[in-house]
T-cell receptor, first 112, second 111 residues
């Protein structure tokens, strides 16, 4: 069966510090991968998605970036965090085609 | 801009009753529809997928789809306090790889 791992579960960072969140999927190959952010009490905002290694589509212009260095690895980064970057970051994967997405446990990021 | 609309709630139902959640979408060509449950502080969990018009049942959950009316619903029978959560409707875009999520309906099941 397929599993998705996200870490860390919680993170507290100062404004202006860098960020790296990692997501890996096991038990499948060539998945679509997604990064979402959910602000407190709000809906899901798609940040980036990838259909293959090295292929990244950005949905919202901001100070975040994403990379997919390996087939089942998806990384979300920032060089300098802003207060507005606080939120619940979720990684998801799906098979190709009309398939649902499956979410990791998420990372709760607080910026001080 | 593709949209998915849900009533934010809260939808308050007594234990044992049926909870009825509704969702409308704007992308007429969409073919894949999903319901997710999200407990407070947790990540969304897939509970139902539906692709064809009509009803699809899975345990206490029934999803209903009407593509002509661009409407999808979720029924929760014999509601339990553990069903208290936010339910997210998601619609896959007709051409592409993205899901559009509704804002979610918060359900409260009272003992």
């Amino acid at each position: 069966s397929q599993t998705i791992h996200q870490w860390p579960a919680t993170l507290v960072q100062p404004v202006g510090s860098p960020l790296s969140l990692e997501c890996t999927v096991e038990g499948t190959s060539n998945p679509n991968l997604y990064w979402y952010r959910q602000a407190a009490g709000r809906g899901l905002q798609l940040l980036f998605y990838s259909v293959g290694i090295g292929q990244i589509s950005s949905e919202v212009p901001q100070n975040l970036s994403a990379s997919r260095p390996q087939d089942r690895q998806f990384i979300l980064s920032s060089k300098k965090l802003l207060l507005s970057d606080s939120g619940f970051y979720l990684c998801a994967w799906s098979k190709k085609g009309n398939q649902p997405q499956h979410f990791g446990d998420g990372t709760r990021l607080s910026i001080l | 801009q593709k949209e998915v609309e849900q009533n934010s709630g809260p939808l308050s139902v007594p234990e044992g009753a049926i909870a009825s959640l509704n969702c409308t979408y704007s992308d007429r060509g969409s073919q894949s529809f999903f319901w997710y449950r999200q407990y407070s502080g947790k990540s969304p969990e897939l509970i139902m997928s539906i692709y064809s018009n009509g009803d699809k049942e899975d345990g206490r959950f029934t999803a209903q789809l009407n593509k002509a009316s661009q409407y999808v619903s979720l029924l929760i029978r014999d509601s339990q306090p553990s069903d208290s959560a936010t339910y997210l409707c998601a619609v896959k875009e007709a051409a592409g790889n993205k899901l559009t999520f509704g804002g979610g309906t918060r359900v409260l099941v009272k003992p």
